[in-house]
Nanobody, 126 residues
């Protein structure tokens, strides 16, 4: 059974930084993906960052240049370093795990994931 858990988050003023950590267990690392999503009140869930299996990092346009995603394969962890935070970064940040190839398409940059953590709140004040 795949289990996903997030840690980190909290409250910070605009321009500050926060670090998030996601740890997954019970899934085949080499054939799977981990990704960070976020959802602000009243808005749709947004895919924020992930790392493709060949190592390429991918970001949404809204966080590119400010967030850094990295992984620790020995710990099955996906880390998210968030810098220059803005009030619009406020939301519930969730980590998700899923199989790398779905319906013949192999990419971690997608909306469909099967296992989710409960999320961690990030609040950025102006």
């Amino acid at each position: 059974q795949v289990q996903v858990a997030e840690s980190g988050g909290g409250s910070v003023q605009a321009g500050g930084s926060l670090n998030l950590s996601c740890t997954a267990s019970g899934y085949p690392y080499l054939r799977s993906c981990l990704a960070w999503f976020r959802q602000a009140p009243g808005k749709e869930r947004e895919l924020v960052a992930t790392i493709e299996r060949e190592g390429r990092t991918r970001y949404s346009d809204s966080v590119k240049g400010r967030f850094i995603v990295s992984e620790d394969s020995t710990k099955n962890s996906l880390l998210l370093e968030m810098n220059s935070l803005k009030p619009e970064d406020t939301g519930l940040y969730s980590c998700a795990a899923g199989i790398y190839c779905v319906s013949g398409v192999c990419s971690c940059w997608r909306q469909e994931y099967t296992s989710w953590g409960t999320g961690t709140q990030v609040t950025v004040s102006a």
